[in-house]
């Protein structure tokens, strides 16, 4: 006898039986992308197991929205997503003189200034 | 809750050990150092068999033991004292099920499949937490399981969720979020009984004796019995070793118990102060090991309602089957 009552009305088959899921019977694979306020971006949270996208969506509520802000959710099935091998990563590496392409590599405020204490500076300018 | 803070011993250990020899050694260096240089391990990377190999099986024994934990809470919903507490035992034990699902996850992307998972559980092949081997007899026993079962949990989670694997550490994060609300909620619900009628006082002490071996089991065998893997611990699988996290556990929650002016049934239990560890009278580990292969209390009657649920939802996966679906290891 169990302790649950609801255990003792299921009528629990032999312990000894075996019971075997089938390969593929637990459905597919969905990645979860979760927004957390309208304007900000889609992230990635994780997947959920589901037999079709609308499912997956549902799925990836529970799972998902059901305690941080939540607006909205994407799902997407995870053999369509393509990725690099992350054996790669070295081809991210930074060349190490990059400043051409970032702003902190324009330094607009020391030319003004030279220019203002220049003889180029005209009247109106204090 | 529930990183069992145990990780079973597979009786094939020995034959994947010995493939461990087979890795490539420079792959293995560079793998080594990037774990020493504290970066994560992501699903396609180059890693050594033996570190695949126990990452699943601790990472699968942790989602088993979410599910099969849900079983001795859930039995008690519908008897849950009070609409706030049905509430919250209601959204604790959808929370550990969720849980499963996010490890069964992470355990996938090292190549076992969730039916695989399944299959080893139902079988008995897969172990999971000891502590549910054992039953929840009153009201006061979920209030135990819900405030020490779920703080000695988060001892290992917190731990674990440093270790090396990204995907394990992004849903411990996840998890360990989920679990203060777990933890505070237990903690309540044992007050109320500690400071309450004196009834409520009884069935929380002895729920609290039935409890304590079970909960001082729960981390595992001493450092000096088990078999001690330096180099999971250098691998950032295994992250503190079984006494170490025992001791964290006492150090924070005996006080605990003990403000309430119940007590524990071990009289020998103490902190000495010159050390600064717990010591306490030998918390009988053969019944761990005999409760483990097969002989607690509730071990049959737990794996049989996972396979009646297993079973009689068979149709409901069928029916929603896609068939034209092929099956995909997540990506991340």
Known sequence: MSLDPRVNRLKLGDPTAVIKVEAGENWNVYEVFHQEKRGAHHEHVGCVHAPDPQMALIFAKEQFGRRKKCVNLWVVKSADILAFDS??????????????????????????NKFKQSKGATNHVK | MYGGGYIFEEPNNKQLREEKVHDEPEKLAAFEERIARGEKIEPGDWMPTEYRRQLIRLIEQHAHSEIIGALPEGTWITRAP?????????????????????LYNAAETLGKTREE?????????????????????????????????????IVNQVANSKGSYGPYCRALERICYEESFHLKQGHDAFIELATGTPAQKEMLQDALNRWWKPIMHF??????????????????????????????????????????????????????????????SDPDWDEFFRVINGGGPCNQERLQVRKWAEEHGRWVRKALMNPADKHALPVA
């Open chain 2, 117 to 153: 998972m399944i299959n080893d559980l139902l079988s008995g092949k897969s172990k999971y937490s000891n502590v549910f081997n054992y039953p929840a007899k009153t009201w006061a026993d979920v209030t135990v399981i819900g405030f020490l079962i779920d703080a000695a949990a």
């Open chain 1, 87 to 112: 054996e790669d990563e070295d081809m991210f590496a930074n060349n190490m003189e990059k400043t051409y392409r970032d702003a902190s590599g324009f330094k607009v405020m020391e030319k003004i």
């Open chain 2, 219 to 280: 981390f595992g065998p001493p450092d000096k019995t088990s078999q001690h893997s330096e180099k999971l611990m250098e691998w950032k699988v295994k992250m503190a070793s079984n006494d170490d996290m025992r001791n964290q556990f006492l150090d924070t929650y005996v006080p605990k118990i003990w403000e309430l002016g119940l007590t524990l049934p071990d009289p020998a239990l103490h902190k000495n102060e010159e050390t600064g560890r717990w010591e306490y």
């Open chain 2, 82 to 102: 009070g609409f706030k507490r049905k509430l919250a035992l209601i959204a604790k034990v959808q929370d550990e099920i969720g849980h499963g699902q996010l």
